[in-house]
Structure formats: C-alpha cells, structure tokens
C-alpha cells in the first residue's frame, strides 16, 4: 500500500523568507500524482500545487515550487517571500494514475512570523 | 461560479444512528469525492463518484455508503453510528478526471455522542 509521510509535525518561518516542508512516499507504481494541499484555520482545503511523475520538470505556481525526486522518491515544497496568510496546515497527498489509491501525509502545521 | 457547498455544517448524532450528508458540486463539476478528517488517523479518502457510478474506493467499512445524482450532487450516509466517526466530512469536486484539481467544500462537522 502506498504510505506519504510528512516528517515535521510542525514548523515557523520569518515572514519574507524561505522555507521547505518535506514528504516522502512509497509506492511500486510508475505513474502516478503528487499534491500539497493548504488548509487554513477554519477555511477550506485549497490545492497549492501537483507534479504529475512522468514530469521531470518541477511544478511552479508563483512563489510555490516543489523539488520532485523521483527516485528517491521525494516531494518537498518551498514557499518564497513567506506571507501572513501562507499560515496553514499543509497536506503532501499521492493518488495513483487513475485516481486510485489517494493517500494523504499527517500534514505539517506552518506559522509565519512577523 | 458557486463554489463546494455542503449541507449540513454541524450535526450531533448518538451511536447507532445513522446519519446522511450532502454536497453540491460547482456547476458543471462530475466527479464528487468524498474524504473524513480526524486529529488521530487524518485525512482519509472514502470515495469519489463520477457520472452516479462509484469510480473509485478507500478502506472504509461498508457502513460508509455514497451515491450521486443525475445532477452530480452527492450524498454520504453512515450507518450505525460510532463515537470513532465523530470527524469532519470533506467533499470535493472536480471537471472529469480522477486527478483533475479538487476543489473542496467546507466540510459537515459530525459530533457522535
């Protein structure tokens, strides 16, 4: 079965900096997609970004960017010029091919500082 | 557009009840997944519907029972009701595929007493 895992239960970050959340993953499959999720306190889930694995090129969306290391079977998240509002629970997921198997992390608790 | 809306927010049930949540998807949206979330296990994935037919399915007992209608909108029902259900209810909504970006709701509150 395929497991994600999110190894920092919780993390800050100076408002204006950089910071990376880490996910790794296990699974026998080849193709497959890759996702972090935002969930703000007492707001919606929102998607921030996907990679799908056939891609060797990394996912960008704006000041997000991910770090997909197929091999080793790695998918970290940065997050440029940290903002108030970037404060959020974030969740890595994997989802099979076609659609099977979705699989969340425990997620990673961020706080931004002023 | 309108966005996920779910219906209801907040809901207390006591064991052995059952219990039946709804979720409209954004207009034009076919596929409605359905996804529990609680401090000890997580988020979980339940299932996800597409055209009224059961497209795809997590490890959840058979308590756990979904369908969609010609309308796309969904319902979720749990029967037999454990304090372990207690957990809020995600439902989210995308164009077609499977891994199309999903757009989730606010979630239904579930309280079992």
């Known amino acids: 079965a395929q497991t994600v895992t999110q190894s920092q239960p919780e993390m800050s970050v100076q408002e204006a900096e950089t910071v990376t959340l880490s996910c790794t993953y296990d699974?026998?499959?080849?193709?497959?997609?890759l996702f972090w999720y935002k969930q703000p306190p007492s707001r919606q889930m929102i998607l921030v970004i996907r990679?799908?694995?056939?891609?060797?090129q990394n996912a960008t969306e704006n000041r997000f960017s991910v770090n997909f290391q197929k091999a080793a079977k790695s998918f970290s998240l940065k997050i440029s010029d940290s903002q108030l509002g970037d404060a959020a629970m974030y969740f890595c997921a994997y989802r099979g091919n076609y659609g099977q198997n979705f699989v969340f992390g425990p997620g990673t608790r961020l706080s931004v500082l002023p | 557009k309108a966005g996920v809306t779910q219906t209801p927010r907040y809901l207390i049930k006591t064991r052995g009840q059952q219990v039946t949540l709804s979720c409209s998807p954004i207009?034009?949206?076919?596929?409605v997944s359905w996804y529990q979330q609680t401090p000890g296990q997580g988020l979980q994935f339940l299932f996800e519907?597409?055209?009224?037919?059961?497209?795809n399915k997590g490890n959840f007992p058979g308590r756990f029972s979904g369908r969609q209608f010609s309308n796309s909108r969904s319902e979720m029902n749990v029967s037999t009701l454990e304090l372990g259900d207690s957990a809020l209810y995600l439902c989210a909504s995308s164009s077609s595929g499977p891994t199309d970006t999903q757009y989730f709701g606010p979630g239904t509150r579930l309280t079992v007493l």
């Open positions: 990679q799908e694995a056939y891609k060797q």
């Open positions: 207009s034009g949206h076919r596929s």
């Open positions: 699974t026998s499959e080849s193709d497959y997609y």
């Open positions: 519907y597409f055209s009224e037919t059961q497209r």
